[in-house]
């Protein structure tokens, strides 16, 4: 169930006062939005993959939310190709030479093609969090697990582990980055509640409202049910629906092994702030929409050796975005970022978040 936008080019026209004469001068720039879609076929057929079968298969349910998000609501296509279209224009606009383009996708599997970190001006970004509990004993996640979990966001997007990085994966170390993002606990509310599973059409939501939303990040911990770790909202979506869903196990010391680190919260928040799966939720021509990070031809689980090559490259499956073990992700990249930081600036989804 794909469908692409029409292939158009988007003449943008920036308009920038002369000190001097006061003239405008126009500065045209082209932004290529022919690869960007927003419905992916995220039945992904996993009897080629090479998958231990008695592991339980990571399971995130973001595109599956979107795509239903995307039927229901016929203004939400609309919002994202604008969110698209902003994040492009500020790369093309802000990239320097040797970093983003005004196609940041294309379907690149060149992971040569290094990117560098734009300075935007925003210096480090605090986000305040408020956690929900909603469990039959809400006190089953603890205090000491909620403070674990916002240390790994906080280590997570701001020191990535490129001592880990396999000795022949050289072309990945510059790649790795710091967001200079930060999460910070605004609160915990614990519900107990006798609901087994909350399900993906954002019930608990609904339940219990997301707070703020336009500034703060809600978390919702509970029992999703189905096997699914999480599920996150892009930028766009209805505020009233706002924000990440965890599988309680999933938080630092839960019983969700190997997805018992944090990460699925990485993971989450990294589709929170816009970002794709690494593989573009499609094969080697859908692309994540970030130049650095190869294309790949479907999710990678368990802790993979290096080099797995799909797509002609390697793939960087220890990129927080694709489905590994959460002992074996450890890296966003410059290009994803730029790209999350992005909907920060002014006129970005997130701008009130980081006072714009
Ligand atoms: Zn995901």
Redesign the pocket.
Known sequence: MKKNFLSMAVIALLFTACDNDKNEVVQEQQIDMSDFYVFTDVNEDLSSKSVDSKKTLKT?Y??NVLNKQLIENPGLEKKMYDIELHTRQFLTAKGKPGGDSGKPGGGSGDTDIDVLPIDDGLGTINIPVYIHIVLPNANDVTNSQVQSQINVLNSDFNSPNTNLLPSGATNFVNDATTTDVNFTLAGTFRHNNNTASWGTNNAIKSAYPPITPETHLNIWVCNIGGGILGYAQFPGGNSNTDGVVLLYSSLPGGSAAPYNLGRTAT??VG?YLNLR?IWGDGRCRQDDFVTDTPSSDGANYGCPSYPTINCSSADMTMNY?DYTDDACMYMFTDGQRNRMRAIFTSGGSRAAMAGN
């Open positions: 995130c973001t595109m993971h989450e589709h799966h975005m």
